[in-house]
């Protein structure tokens, strides 16, 4: 059998591989790839970045769970304009595609971020619409009307990919994702961490300052998976980018399976930082045993029981 073909697409965008490194997850990319081989995914998505410098929670703001972390940080961030500084001598000569991932408290601000990472260089931008709305304190993946609205502003303002990450706490996830796709969105991502919290037994409060964080790891993949099943079902012409829970080649075949073109890791990079070359291996493994020459021959071919 001739070696696979893990090539596939997101609208306009070819990727060498179905596997994308996660925000939040490998930093700005550039110091990852310093003491990784990022030549195993099809790109790299930096930190959240917003208009202004965010200071984030103050700690304890990351705590592990039995089956993944929780995490409190509160996008953390120098601004849109330090970021690109830092990032542009680095952005062309790294060996995977970086894209930005855009964060604001209101809707010009995701604009005016955009507008700035593609001058920068990136290759696509994520909008990270799971955080909230300034003016009444609603997380934007929750409101479709906020939603579309955040989405074309982003994508007026350029010429490259712009995709929408949305929270797995969506009332409506497919909703919300029809709304990005008709503002212009090129792919969706589905999902963030979810909402989540532990309690320290000893202290008698909660282990992360801010009481409620984000839950990511193993335990997310099921409800990230449903909401990749759920959209594409509903929208079968709008990528989707699966993210949630994906520590092996296997987790990426289901994701595809459910519908998704490419699928994210992250939490996985805090414990092993360079998990891509196995999850790679164990993909093609799969695919050799399933007989499959082309990741894209997966892509959607989960039946209902």
Partial sequence: MASQDLTTRLSDLELRSPLIAASGTVGSVWEWAETCDVSFYGAAVAKSVSPEPWEGRPPPRLAPTRTGMLNGIGIQNPGIGKWADEMKPHLRSLNVPVWGSAVAHDVTGFGVVSKELEAAGVAAIEVNLSCPNLDDGVMFSFDQGLVSSVISNAAAAVEIPVGAKLSPNTPDIVAAAAAAQDAGAAFVVLTNTAFGLAIDVDERSPVLSGGVGGY??????????????????????????GCGGVTTGRDIIEYLMAGASAVQAGTVHLAEPRAGKRILAELEKELRA????????????????
């Fill in 290 to 305: 399933m007989n499959e020459e082309r990741v894209e021959g997966l892509i959607g071919s989960a039946v209902q029981r």
């Fill in 216 to 241: 990511s790891g193993m335990g997310l993949m099921p409800v990230s998976l449903r909401c990749v099943y759920e959209v594409s079902r509903a929208l079968p012409s709008f990528p989707i980018v």
